[in-house]
């Protein structure tokens, strides 16, 4: 089977655009994702899928994690995460209770690390979650390869 093809089958399933943050000693990492997941509701846990070869892999083994679900107007932020950064920051920081988080997403899940699996060419990240809050708004959508939103009805 071609992967290259198995990864435009996926692609039909559309998913929210999320960029994890944590912290370490050199400040704030992120990496945009739209492998995510809820678990479980007791306990309450989700699960973000991270490629082997990103750069922040290292920084979420075993750290505190913040899933920030983004917005329609928050693709500049999606595509910063993604290593193409703009000159001036397109978001803001806020403090959460367990590191920054980026100002005006649609959702914050907060969570402590619970357990960390191997997933191929991917790691798979739970996080128990210890704080949430969500807000009204229209999400940023991911489908076929393009950031895409929900139509009007």
């Not at 920084?59 to 928050?74: A, E, G, Y």
């Not at 693709?75 to 100002?103: N, V, Y």
């Amino acid at each position: 089977m071609d992967a290259r093809k198995f990864r435009n089958c996926v692609g039909h399933f559309a998913t929210g655009v999320t960029v994890i943050t944590c912290e370490t000693e050199t400040g704030t990492h992120g990496l945009t994702a739209n492998s995510f997941t809820s678990v479980s509701l007791d306990p309450m846990l989700v699960l973000v899928s991270v490629d082997r070869n990103a750069k922040a892999l290292n920084t979420l083994k075993n750290n505190k994690f913040i899933v920030n679900v983004l917005q329609v107007d928050q693709q500049d932020t999606a595509m910063h995460f993604a290593g193409r950064p703009k000159e001036s920051l397109p978001f803001e920081w806020e403090d959460g209770k367990l590191g920054k988080r980026i100002k005006n997403s649609l959702a914050f899940i907060e969570c402590e690390p619970w357990a960390a699996y191997d997933g191929g060419d991917h790691v798979l990240f739970l996080g128990e979650v210890k704080n949430f809050e969500y807000h009204t708004g229209q999400p940023l959508l991911y489908y076929c390869g393009q950031f895409s939103e929900i139509a009007a009805k």
